[in-house]
C-alpha cells in the first residue's frame, strides 16, 4: 500500500483543538503523512489552548503532492468566514476535479457546499446548523443526518464526537486501513 499524504486545514483560531488530536493520532497510526495549513503562516490556537504554526500557508499549496485534505471544524470556520477565502475554495475545486479526497468536520462541511462541489452528494452536519443546511441546498447537495457520509471523494462526519468511531470507516473507504 502506498503511503499518503494529507493536508490539514484549520482556521488562525476556535478550531476544535479535540478535532486536530483525533485525526493525527489516526494518521499517525496508519502512517499517513500530513502537513497543517491555514490562511496564516502564524500560531494557530484552538477553542481549548492548543497551538500550531502551519506547516505552509494555505495559498501556497502545491495540492498535487496531496491525497486529500481535512477540514478541522470548530468556531473560527464561522467567525472568519473560510467558506469565503477564495484559495481555500479553489483548493477544494481543485482537490475535487482529481477526484482526491475531501473530509469536512462537522461546521466546516460548509466549505466544500460552498466551493460548489457537492451536486448529488450526501453531506453530514448537525441538524440545527442552518447555514450549513442553508448552503447544501443551494449548492443541491443532499443533507444528511447520519454521524458520516462517503460520497465518492467528499467525506463528511457529522460532529467532532463521531470521530473515533468514523475515523476507521473513512480510513478503510479511502484504502489506507
Not at 19 to 33: G, M, R
Not at 37 to 58: E, K, L, V
Amino acid at each position: 500500500m502506498r503511503v499518503r499524504r494529507f493536508l490539514i486545514f484549520i482556521p488562525p483560531k476556535e478550531f476544535r483543538d479535540e478535532s486536530i488530536s483525533l485525526i493525527k493520532l489516526f494518521f499517525d497510526k496508519w502512517d499517513v503523512k500530513y502537513d497543517i495549513t491555514s490562511y496564516t503562516s502564524n500560531i494557530c490556537t484552538g477553542t481549548h489552548g492548543a497551538t500550531y504554526t502551519p506547516d505552509i500557508h494555505t495559498g501556497k499549496v502545491a495540492w498535487e503532492e496531496y491525497d486529500g485534505i481535512v477540514l478541522i471544524d470548530g468556531a473560527g470556520v464561522e467567525s472568519y468566514k473560510l467558506y469565503d477565502y477564495r484559495p481555500l475554495l479553489d483548493l477544494m475545486l481543485n482537490f475535487n476535479n482529481a477526484k482526491r479526497f475531501i473530509i469536512g468536520i462537522d461546521g466546516s462541511a460548509k466549505i466544500p457546499a460552498r466551493a460548489n462541489i457537492i451536486k448529488d452528494k450526501k453531506v453530514a452536519f448537525a441538524a440545527n446548523d442552518k447555514e450549513t443546511m442553508r448552503l447544501v441546498t443551494l449548492f443541491h447537495g443532499t443533507p444528511s443526518e447520519n454521524e458520516l457520509e462517503l460520497s465518492g471523494n467528499l467525506i463528511t462526519i457529522k460532529s467532532s464526537s463521531d470521530l473515533e468511531e468514523t475515523m476507521p470507516k473513512v480510513l478503510e473507504h479511502m484504502g489506507v486501513a
